[in-house]
């Protein structure tokens, strides 16, 4: 972040000390129509100027002949707005899938995701060494922001998990995230328990970290609200704080079998009240509707033909089978806690982002999750989130805002303005009319970098090969 500004104040000071009248800059996007997804406003005619990393100015286009620069695009009254942020995706897998996954990073471009999450995996060290040369420009893909390693309890649902099995054992785990120099904290409900989940809340938030995740179904979702979480990742805990039999089935049967009399006593006025408190204590969902609804249909579609999955390693299409394999049990156990899952993240969402939730828009695609494929799933979940009754522009808000809002990054992106990071995306069609419009990406700009068509069509060529 630093980096960027200060490149900004190079430039102004490279021009006030030189004699050109005119203010150089590295890139110029001619005619470009601005979104502004705060506001939905559109301006057209615009001229972007771009430096290093940085967008240097965002005028009219009567300002042409003030700037002189080495490029210039025109961009023909297309729709220019910033990257996406896809707020829940992993890199995973083990040692192993290391190639698959760092083949993967430019699909992530080339579908317009120019910022990821990482919620946690097992290849840490690959991955913050990618997070590095991407930021280098020595590797194509978008920005990462990483929890690194999940913190779970004593056995651990995910491999690669730090192990926490008492409040003792919490700061040396938040050293060893220290020493990774992660981004936040992410929280899985392997093993852990309540009373270590709610403690991780603490300590971490005294170490200035945000903590997300999981919940142990022991726990009280509103009181690691007031303890100070930053997220929660899917809608079970929010969910299970809706329900006036809460505690009642905590007490009994504390585990996800409490799903589905949870969901049928779901409570819209006490809903009204938990979302009253999310959006005070600004707590960040990602609902994850796509994924959703992939897990629950995934017995009853035919996914051969998707175009995303000819761009899988082998290794990690072998990692889907664990799900499938889950869907078939729980059919066969007559279960459909999935499909009814699905059916009431549909129906909160709306009344969520209504009463003010700040909701990511997040796809939880990487390895062992089947059929949900990095980049264009971040698609479907934005088209998901229109399908609940967002507008487009809602939606977009809880990638592009959102999820720079999360880090407390607003000053650094979410718009298309002087000063701010140049991660921009220039769409043939207006995605304010039509979510499906983000298919259709004329280019991308990653940190000044630019990727034309083409360069975006060679990129994914080349994953496959
Ligand atoms: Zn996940």
Redo the contacts with the bound molecule.
Sequence with gaps: MKKALFATLCSIFLCTSCNSEKEPADILILNATVLDVETGEETPGRLIAISGDTIRAVESMDSEDQFEAARFIDAQNAFVMPGLWDM?V?FRGGDTLIQENKNLLPLFLAYGVTTVRD??GDITPSLLEWRKEIKNRQLNGPAIFTSGPKLDGPSPAWPGSIEVATREDIPAALDSLDRLDVDFVKVYDGSLSEDVFYGIITAAEERGYKTTGHMPMTADFMKAVDLGLAGS?HLYYVLKACSPKADSLTQVNPTYGMMNEIIDSYDPDLAQRVYAKLKEKKVYITP?LHIGKTLAEMLDVDHSRDTLLTYMGSGIKETYRGRIEGAKRARAAGSTMREKMGQISDEMTKPMFDAGVPLLAGS?C?AF?SYVYPGGSLQNELERLVATGLTPTEALKTSVVNGPAFFELEEYYGSIESGKVADILILEKNPFQDIEHLREVKAIMAKGQLFEKSDLQEMMQAVKE
Excluded: V
């Design positions: 829940h992993h919620a946690g990742e994850t939880d990487g999750n």
